[in-house]
């Protein structure tokens, strides 16, 4: 048996040389991409078609092209709505009972929240930035909490029972 350069016998199976993708970027690429992606598709299935980009590809693509961001931005979105209505759908046949009231509540909230975010999620739109949240917090009036504690004593009133009086500051009645 004759040995091999790159290490096996002879009758060893020949290594795997990993699959080289030559996919190039292009507006069809793009529009391929999103439409997988809209369609829900995870990124594992999408980089696992033959004719896709590796996901380090993809990864690049997003970093060096801003067009190419924001079209997977918009396709994920897409992906999210199509998220929240499965989600709703699977809600809707739940079970009956405590449990399936409570999902169906939760469910209807949620989505009420993602398609009318000025009305249902407390007047903060959906991904709204830190900076804003900030500001918004900036304006709106300062509230203060105040905690007093309050202090009680057992004492024995005029027909013989015993109750509690509270005590108070002075000053305070």
């Keep these: 048996?004759?040995?091999?350069p790159g290490g096996g016998g002879a009758d060893a199976p020949p290594a795997v040389q990993p699959r080289r993708r030559n996919?190039?970027?292009s507006r069809a690429m793009i529009e391929r991409l999103c439409a997988l992606r809209n369609e829900g598709q995870t990124w594992a299935v999408i980089c696992g078609l033959e004719d896709?980009?590796?996901y380090t590809t993809i990864c690049l693509w997003r970093r060096t092209k801003p067009e190419f961001a924001a079209a997977l931005r918009a396709a994920d979105a897409g992906a999210a709505d199509l998220r929240a209505d499965e989600?709703?759908?699977f809600a809707?046949?739940?079970?009956?009972?405590?449990m399936g009231d409570r999902l169906r509540h939760t469910a209807f909230m949620q989505r009420a929240a993602l398609d009318a975010p000025e009305r249902w999620a407390g007047g903060k739109a959906s991904g709204a930035s830190a900076a804003a949240a900030v500001a918004a917090a900036a304006k709106s009036p300062r509230m203060e909490i105040v905690f007093r504690v309050r202090r009680f004593e057992k004492?024995?009133?005029?027909?013989g029972r015993t109750v509690l009086r509270e005590i108070f500051p002075e000053g305070e009645e």
């Design 1 to 4: 048996m004759a040995k091999t």
């Design 52 to 54: 896709t980009p590796a």
């Design 87 to 89: 989600a709703l759908e």
């Design 92 to 98: 809707r046949s739940a079970a009956q009972g405590a």
């Design 155 to 159: 004492v024995v009133n005029d027909e």
């Design 23 to 25: 996919v190039r970027y």
